[in-house]
C-alpha cells in the first residue's frame, strides 16, 4: 500500500490494513501463551468513533476489535495503552483468529510491529465505554452456548449471597444474580472472582436495593440447570453498578440513564420494595412484621412449653458465648451440612457408614450422601441469650452471624484468624451484652438434650424494632403501673450490660 486511509473498524481486512484507525483503548491485561506461558503478551480491546452510536442495535456493524502487543514490544507501548486513552494507529498487521479464541465477534486481530505508530488521538469524538446492549431475549433463546463475549445492561431483581467456596483446594467468590432488561425479560447472571466481590461491597454501601442497575461489559453465555445465562469472562469483563434511585452521568453513560428513565416510567414503589426484599447482602433482612405480627412473643421461661418446629419470638441480651462449641465449620454447598473428609474421618453424629478412602481433597455429606470437592466455610455459634426470666442456648447459623457482622463471611473471619482453635475473633465477641429480638425454634433432636438448644431463625439488634415488639407485648406484670407504652423504658437486663 502506498499511502494510509483514514477509516473505521468496519474497514478493515486481510488486504486491506492501510487503514490510519483513531481508538480508544476499552481494557487490557497480559496473558500468557497458552503453549509457552513463560511468553506474556499484552491483549486489549479497541473501539473506534462509531461504537455505542445506537447501544441497543446489538447486531450492528463491526465497530470493536482485539489488539494484542507481543512480549518483546510491550515496554516499548505500553504508557500509551493504557485503558481510556485514545489513539492514532497505523502500519500494524492483521490476523485472524480462530471462533473459540474470540472475545469479540470480529474475526480480525491487529497485532503491534515493531515500526507500529501509535500516537495520542486528543479529538477522539467516539464513546467512552462503546456499550452496545444485547436483548436478553437472544440470549435466553439460545440452544447451545456461543463464543465471544457482549455487553448486557439489567436491573437486579434478585441475588443470592455472596459464596465464599472452595474447590480442589483453591478458594473463590461467587454471586449468583437474576436481572430483568427493558422488555421484561428476565436472564440469570453469575459473577465470579472479584467482580463477585465488587458487586457484594456496593450492595452493603447501597441503601436502596430495589432498582440496582448492572452493566457487564463484555460478558459470555453459560449453561446452568439447563438454561443459558451469563457471567463474567475470564478476561476484558468490566462491571459497572448504579443506584437507579439517583440520576447517572449523562457525558459518560447516556445508554445507562436511559434505561434509568425507563425504570422510572413502569416501575412502581411497590415493586421496587418487592425486588429489594429478594435481594440478600448476607442475611435475610429483618423486618418489623417479622416479629411484630406473626408469632407471639415468649419469655424465655416459656420456650420449653411450645410445641416443636413452632416459632416464637423472644427479646433478650446475649450475655454469653459457648466457645466450646467453635464458630465456623466447612459445609456442603447444596445443603449446608458439615462435611468430614472422606479418607480418614468419621462422622459420629450421622448413621450413615464412611465411604470409601478418597482424594485428599474431597468431603463427605452426610446428607446428600456423596462425596463433594467444593465446600462452602460457614459460620455456627452456640450463645447464651438472657431475659428477666431465664437464659437460654441458642444456635445461630451463617446468615444470622453474617447480618450481626455486617456482611463479614466466616471465610473472611478464618482467612484472618486462621483455622486454629485459639480465641475467638474480635469481631464476634463484640455481639456479648447486645440487646436482640429473635425468633426461634426446636427441632425434636435439640429438645432431648440436657440443656435444650434453640435454632434462631431470625434475629435483629434494631431499636424501633426492638421497641415495637415490647410495645405489642402484654406485660409480665400486669398490676404494675407501667402500662404498655411506658414498659419499653424499662431494661430488665440492666445489670447484665456493660458501660
Not at 474431597?362 to 466455610?377: D, F, G, M, Q, R
Request: hydrophobic residues 40%; proline residues 3%.
Amino acid at each position: 500500500m502506498s499511502s494510509f486511509v483514514s477509516g473505521y473498524i468496519h474497514d478493515l481486512s486481510a488486504v486491506k490494513d492501510n487503514v490510519r484507525l483513531r481508538v480508544r483503548i476499552l481494557s487490557t491485561w497480559m496473558q500468557p501463551l497458552f503453549k509457552t506461558p513463560q511468553v506474556i503478551n499484552m491483549e486489549m480491546i479497541v473501539i473506534d468513533e462509531k461504537a455505542s452510536r445506537h447501544s441497543y442495535q446489538f447486531f450492528s456493524t463491526n465497530t470493536t476489535m482485539q489488539a494484542t502487543v507481543r512480549m518483546a514490544l510491550v515496554n516499548q507501548f505500553k504508557d500509551r495503552l493504557r485503558e481510556g486513552n485514545t489513539v492514532t494507529l497505523q502500519r500494524y498487521s492483521l490476523g485472524e483468529i480462530q471462533p473459540k479464541f474470540r472475545i469479540v465477534a470480529n474475526p480480525l486481530r491487529l497485532s503491534f510491529l515493531s515500526n507500529t505508530e501509535c500516537a495520542e488521538c486528543s479529538d477522539f469524538t467516539g464513546s467512552k465505554h462503546g456499550f452496545l446492549f444485547r436483548p436478553f431475549k437472544t440470549i435466553v433463546e439460545l440452544k447451545k452456548e456461543e463464543d465471544g463475549q457482549f455487553d448486557v445492561i439489567g436491573r437486579v431483581i434478585a441475588c443470592e449471597d455472596l459464596d465464599n467456596y472452595d474447590k480442589n483446594g483453591r478458594a473463590g467468590k461467587k454471586k449468583p444474580l437474576t436481572l430483568i432488561d427493558a422488555e421484561g425479560t428476565e436472564l440469570r447472571c453469575t459473577l465470579w472472582g472479584v467482580y463477585a466481590q465488587q458487586f457484594s461491597d456496593f450492595l452493603n454501601k447501597c441503601d436502596d436495593h430495589g432498582k440496582i442497575i448492572v452493566v457487564v461489559q463484555l460478558a459470555m453465555t453459560k449453561i446452568w440447570d439447563a438454561k443459558m445465562c451469563i457471567q463474567n469472562g475470564f478476561h476484558g469483563t468490566k462491571l459497572f453498578l448504579f443506584n437507579g434511585n439517583k440520576t447517572i452521568d449523562t457525558a459518560e453513560f447516556p445508554e445507562v440513564e436511559a434505561f434509568r428513565l425507563s425504570l422510572i416510567a413502569v416501575k412502581g414503589p411497590a415493586e421496587s420494595e418487592h425486588t429489594a426484599s429478594r435481594i440478600s447482602t448476607a442475611s435475610k433482612n429483618s423486618t418489623k412484621d417479622d416479629f411484630v405480627t406473626k408469632f407471639p412473643l415468649k419469655n424465655i421461661a416459656e420456650l420449653l412449653d411450645v410445641q416443636q418446629g413452632v416459632p416464637s419470638i423472644i427479646v433478650g441480651t446475649i450475655c454469653a458465648i459457648q466457645e466450646e462449641e467453635g464458630w465456623w465449620y466447612l459445609g456442603c454447598r447444596a445443603c449446608r451440612k458439615k462435611l468430614v473428609k472422606s479418607s480418614d474421618i468419621v462422622d459420629l453424629e450421622s448413621d450413615t457408614k464412611q465411604t470409601p478412602t478418597a482424594g485428599a481433597n474431597e468431603w463427605w455429606c452426610s446428607k446428600c450422601l456423596s462425596t463433594v470437592t467444593s465446600v462452602k466455610t460457614q459460620f455456627r455459634l452456640q450463645v447464651r441469650v438472657q431475659d428477666e426470666t431465664g437464659t437460654v442456648s441458642v444456635s445461630l447459623f451463617n446468615d444470622e452471624v453474617q447480618a450481626i457482622l455486617n456482611n463479614v463471611t466466616a471465610y473472611q473471619l478464618v482467612d484472618k484468624y486462621g483455622k486454629g482453635d485459639g480465641a475467638f475473633p474480635a469481631e464476634i465477641l463484640e455481639m456479648l451484652d447486645k440487646k436482640f429480638v429473635l425468633k426461634v425454634s426446636i427441632d425434636g433432636k435439640n429438645k432431648e438434650k440436657v440443656m435444650p438448644v434453640f435454632n434462631v431463625l431470625r434475629l435483629s439488634n434494631d431499636p424501633d424494632i426492638i421497641k415495637s415488639v415490647c410495645e405489642h407485648a402484654t406485660p409480665l406484670k400486669p398490676e404494675t403501673e407501667a402500662t404498655s407504652s411506658k414498659a419499653t423504658d424499662v431494661t430488665p437486663f440492666v445489670r447484665f450490660l456493660k458501660y
